[in-house]
């Protein structure tokens, strides 16, 4: 209680409260940027939260978070560009509504499904991270290296067309994360002579080149493409009646969103797409789907909106990152000196609540600058690409830069970006990389750790309850992908082979 | 002259399933990272406790290697298309992100920056004189007054001495 009324008393403070409408407003500006994603942004700006003190720090990434989350609809909505990929499902239905004059209906039902799935998400947040964190009371270092084994194998279902690829990268990102002194032994590994290298590669520079450099690259390779103009009307609050039509979709959403968002890895855009098909999949009428329905918006943004406050709660109780996004938090916390797990719950309680609540602050921000400024951030896509994206460059460079100030740090986010583009090219992502440099130290440690308690028994794992069924939860989130491919292609097989016959 | 030398150069990747080739050049950089691994010191035996420098690489670089092979054998059963050749101005721009790199280190940031700020986009095509150059100029200023003196960070003295 007396943590609570601190972090009310810090909230006070009007440079805290200025601090989260920033993070709000940039939010839903780089939200609605196609390519600018709250991800991207919230790597672009970690470095300079650093001269900050905790609170106000991940305060601001918390609520750029949240505010990014929504951000993307606008533009979704208004030009068919979503500004983040958590927002490419509220485009198949706010488009057409957008074109048939009714932009403000769709951003009003945009905004206010994300501001009902934002504050569930705070609610299963505050009460789920505490009860989750005193579970972890009981990890010792196997319990830890299950559950982040558990975290990777995540990956795998993000995408069950490319999760191999997910794994791989995830493992790439473990194996960076070996760069550097081992701390056990003293021994240096793959730092080639470089003397820099022995502290290993810090995932700062590597996850802004991984989003801003691949981006740029990226955007240079679409310069072509010529923008759209916003079809406008003013922002209409939906009415009781088209409420009362989405309150099911909503209520609904807001419960896969949240299950979505407290497994590890998944995020907003998978929660998104299974919020639109859900609410499309429970509608008595299917046929305005895709051509205007306002289901088909709030679906997704509830979704959405609701998996950012619960991929909080694995990062904050476990240490292990419930999205990308919050993968970038987490390494926020951990610069910051703070121990995310079940320690930050009594070692900095106050931090904690400083945590919800400018979640919670952020969530009405920004349906108050969305319904007061959609038309405003819409232009936002019309900033010429030719001169936004060489600033987000250097930025990105000064980010990468500001951290250590070496040199070093910057070859390490341009050869990450252009590395990052590359792989991109060959259907990897960014997110797994990302996740596995920053939970491949602590898979390393609880492995190491582990292996001495056991005495080098590895069937000792299979002894403890806990390890055995994140290890089960592994091994079903790493095959049923491919099972769900196999009769996939086996069900499109028969389905080709009656045509034929 | 048009589309015809993109489609052939695309033609060996049709022949193979791309994710094959993935998964083939994965695997031959795991034998590299695993050959690499060789050359790790060993720690005495007392501090290592039976786990090695090498041994949790080796662990991760055997996992990476075991999924490539997976995708190899899964990229059998899908469809293959040929890949779209990169434009050439992702390669410029690549390059002046090297060449910004290495200006950094040469003749200062501010400099730096300002070059970058205005070669790249006329580079991408801009040539709204008037445009360009108060954005070479003036965000570079903003950048280096923000960071230098809002957030003293340090910056090396370039070529113009600041």
New interface residues.
Partial sequence: MNAFLTALVAFSDPYLITVILIGTIGGVLVGAMPGLSSTMATALLLPFTLTMDPIPAISLLSALYCAGTFGGSITAILVNAPGAPPAAATAFDGYPLAQRGQAGMALGMAAVSSVIGGIFSVVVLIVAAPLLSRVAYNFGPPEYFALSLFGLSMLATISGESALKNLIGGAFGVLLATIGMDFTTGVDRFTFGYWELSEGIHFIPVMIGLFAGCEFLTQASKLKEGRVRAIFDAVKLPGWADFKHCFGTICRSCGIGSFIGLLPAEGGTVAAMIGYNEAKRWAKDKSQFGKGDLRGIAGPEAANNAATGAAMVPTLALGIPGSATTAIILGALLAHGLRPGPHLFTETPTLLYAIFLSMLIANFAFAAFGFAGAKLFARVTLIPTEFLWPAVFVLASIGAYAMDQSIMDVWIMVLAGLFGFVLKRYGFSAAPIIMGLILGELVENSLKQSLIIFDHNWFHFLERPIVVTFLVLTLTSMIWPLVTLFRTKRQERKAADAVQS | MSSKPSVDRAAPAARFP??MV?GFC?VVLCAV?YW??LS????PAA????????T??RL??S??AV??L??MV?SF?KDSRP?KS??A??A???AM??A??VA??AIG?ILA?AL??FF??VI???RRWH?VIP?AVL??GA?YAL?AFG?????DAGILGF
């Fill in positions: 791309r994710d993935i994965t990272a690499i691994t790790f010191a060993d720690a501090v290592a406790q039976n786990v090695q420098p090498a949790f690489p991760v670089i996992v990476i999924l490539a997976a995708l899964i059963r890949g990169v434009p101005m992702v410029m721009t690549a992100m090297l910004f790199v950094f280190e940031f920056m970058f700020c790249m986009p991408w095509g801009e445009a954005f965000f570079p950048i960071f957030l003293g960070v340090h910056f």
